[in-house]
């Protein structure tokens, strides 16, 4: 199972299993990597006698070169720098401390209230929630601002992941240099302002000289086709291998080194379990609609195609994207009831007739099946393979009430 270390990461024994018995549908989508720019990440975890966790990565067509649009996957790294952030505040505030965001600068807007909430006031656990559980894009933009660009930078970089470029909100009319401009942030407790985060500048140097193009063309912002491929230069960033790091260090902190970790504390940990696993159904604040956010609306490896009914003692702790045609899936999955666990990271790209922008891309067709079928080959051999010890996964079973 040695895998050949090269631009492109590619364990041939992964893709042996995951191609033995495989549909036609994925089977074309293996044979043809470059149209759908497909990468996996399969983390196998081996405990010892002491249930201390050991990783093993396997790789197919894994190349932190080749951009994919992480769309909603930046929200991970950006909820976690905001607990970081918290923490580290000279000032008696946590994450259930109302937070309000003031508008500082061209186009920002103002937060007051949060109706979703059980007190109708706006927090940073309430917007982790919010994130995790239907991927909330405004709840993302209240953290992503409460943060600010260069200080969400300077903690990444310094971790070791300095591929990794968060440049903007969810709005798509802010320029590159309004995004440079957070909001003020103030917290306030029984009706008191107890701390005040002034606007912020990020001045910080961007390295843009590798260009992205995708496509063949794309519509624009007032929806007119545009005979060229969508330039990407300047978006948000996230490679792979990166996501799948800043998932394992947050899950498991020991399996990482120091520098690599975010400075959370045992309630941030315990937190972050219940909300990456949560499903909307047994969410009471916010109350879903399941109808529009079904249990796997953003479970995507094993649940989202058919929009399935995920099995009890089977939890996906994860975070989705999708974007421009791009799906992406970084999940820990857990089976208390047959002591399965290992860690699934992938995307791909589904858009036949390389327009974009245009809405108009195979997620049902191809891009969830193929997350269905790459994820059910995984587990399965997990459910067969021989282990020396049994893992104890008793601290996954979580009290969702």
């Known amino acids: 199972m040695q895998t050949i270390q090269a631009q492109v990461k590619n364990t041939p024994w992964l893709e042996q299993l995951i191609r033995k018995g495989s549909s036609p549908a994925l089977q074309n989508v293996l044979n043809n990597p470059e149209e759908y720019r497909y990468q996996i990440i399969y983390t196998k975890i081996d405990r010892d006698k002491n249930n201390e966790p050991k990783f093993i990565n396997y790789y197919l067509n894994v190349d932190r070169g080749r951009y994919f649009n992480p769309a909603s996957m930046v929200k991970m790294p950006v909820a976690f720098a905001a607990l970081e952030k918290l923490n580290g505040l000279a000032a008696p505030v946590d994450k259930y401390t109302t937070m309000l965001t003031d508008s500082s600068f061209t186009k920002q807007t103002s937060v007051t209230k949060d109706e979703t909430a059980a007190n109708g006031l706006p927090s940073i656990d309430h917007y982790i929630k919010k994130i995790f559980l239907v991927s909330d894009n405004d709840a993302y933009n209240r953290l992503y601002e409460f943060v600010g660009q260069k200080q969400l930078h300077e903690s990444l970089w310094k971790k070791g992941y300095k591929d990794i470029r968060i440049l903007r909100r969810f709005y798509t009319d802010m320029t590159l240099e309004e995004n440079r401009h957070t909001n003020q942030i103030r917290f306030i407790k029984e009706g008191k302002n107890i701390f005040t985060r002034p606007p912020a500048y990020s001045d910080i140097v961007f390295d843009f000289t590798k260009k992205v193009f995708i496509g063949k063309g794309h519509l624009n912002k007032k929806d007119t086709l545009v005979n060229e491929p969508m330039d990407f230069t300047t978006h948000n960033n996230a490679p792979l291998e990166d996501l799948q790091k800043i998932m394992q260090s947050v899950l498991f902190p020991a399996s990482v080194p120091v520098k690599n970790r975010f400075r959370l504390n045992s309630d ?134």
């Not at 929009?307 to 999708?322: A, D, E, L, M, V």
């Open 268 to 401: 941030d940990y315990k937190t972050l379990r219940k909300y990456m696993s949560m499903l909307p159904s047994e969410s009471v604040r916010p109350k879903y609609d399941t109808a529009e956010y079904f249990d796997s609306y953003a479970k995507f490896f094993f649940f989202r195609d058919g929009k399935q009914n995920i099995p009890q003692h089977i939890r996906s702790f994860n975070k989705t994207g999708w974007s421009y045609g791009f799906l992406t899936d970084v999940c820990y999955v857990v089976d208390v009831k047959n002591h399965v666990e290992f860690m699934l990271s992938g995307n791909i790209y589904v858009n036949k007739d390389g327009i974009l922008n245009d809405n108009k891309y195979e997620y049902e067709e191809i891009g969830f099946p193929f997350f269905r079928e790459v994820g059910e080959k995984i587990y399965q051999y997990e459910i067969g393979r021989k282990r020396k010890y049994k893992p104890r996964l008793d601290e996954w079973k979580i009290d969702y009430d």
